[in-house]
Antibody, heavy 119, light 111 residues
Framework: EVQLVESGGGLVKPGGSLRLSCAAAGFTFTTYSVNWVRQFPGKGLEWVST????????HYADSVEGRFTISRDNAKNSFYLQMNSLRAEDTAVYYC????????????WGQGTLVTVSS | QSALTQPASVSGSPGQSITISCSGT?????????VSWYQQHPGKAPTLMVFDVNNRPSGVSNRFSGSKSGNTASLTISGLQAADEADYYC???????????FGGGTKLTVL
């Protein structure tokens, strides 16, 4: 059974940093690209970042480029999102999600971790 | 403001069919056949229902079908059931910058 489990969310002040983790299980981790997708309090979804199986291809949403960094550790079946210079508008539930083999879709999602940016 | 436009809400009675639209541009929906649809029940993570316009993942009911015409994609749910009541989101690959755009979501109410 595919499982993705996020951790690391919490309350942080504007300008602060936070590191999210996602532990994967139940599939060959080194075969799949993985992503972060966030959901704002008003319910809208936003794709945040993707990293290829080997980590050599990385992309970010324009809204987080230069502030967030995605990485993965294939030996630990885990990937991460380092978030710096956080803003109030980064407040959201952050989901880790596996990219499907075919096309651009997210076939498995974690349960989400809440990040709140507030003073 | 979401990149793709969906109606805020739709409703239907059990057994009926409904269609949710997802309007984009030639840079996303119209330019690629990488349109997906997700179902989200309250307090849960989204679940993939349709990918690449009209393909269903294993285990998804054939009551869910997708299509696309020009810059607009659609999700049709036939034989509505109470369990279908949820939020539905479309997404599309964009090819550059923010690689994936989502719609703002549609709340489906089963009357």
């Amino acid at each position: 059974e595919v499982q993705l489990v996020e951790s690391g969310g919490g309350l942080v002040k504007p300008g602060g940093s936070l590191r999210l983790s996602c532990a994967a299980a139940g599939f060959t981790f080194t075969t799949y690209s993985v992503n972060w997708v966030r959901q704002f309090p008003g319910k809208g979804l936003e794709w945040v970042s993707t990293i290829s199986p080997s980590g050599d291809s990385i992309h970010y949403a324009d809204s987080v480029e230069g502030r967030f960094t995605i990485s993965r550790d294939n030996a630990k079946n885990s990937f991460y999102l380092q978030m710096n210079s956080l803003r109030a508008e980064d407040t959201a539930v952050y989901y880790c999600a596996r990219k499907g083999v075919l096309g651009w879709n997210f076939d498995y999602w974690g349960q989400g971790t809440l990040v709140t940016v507030s003073s | 403001q979401s990149a793709l436009t969906q109606p805020a809400s739709v409703s239907g009675s059990p057994g009926q069919s409904i269609t949710i639209s997802c309007s984009g541009t030639s840079s996303d929906v119209g330019g690629y056949n990488h349109v997906s649809w997700y179902q989200q029940h309250p307090g849960k993570a989204p679940t993939l229902m349709v990918f690449d316009v009209n393909n269903r993942p294993s285990g998804v009911s054939n009551r869910f079908s997708g299509s696309k015409s020009g810059n607009t994609a659609s999700l049709t749910i036939s034989g509505l059931q109470a369990a279908d009541e949820a939020d539905y989101y479309c997404s599309s690959y964009t090819g550059s910058g923010t690689l994936v755009a989502f719609g703002g979501g549609t709340k489906l109410t089963v009357l």
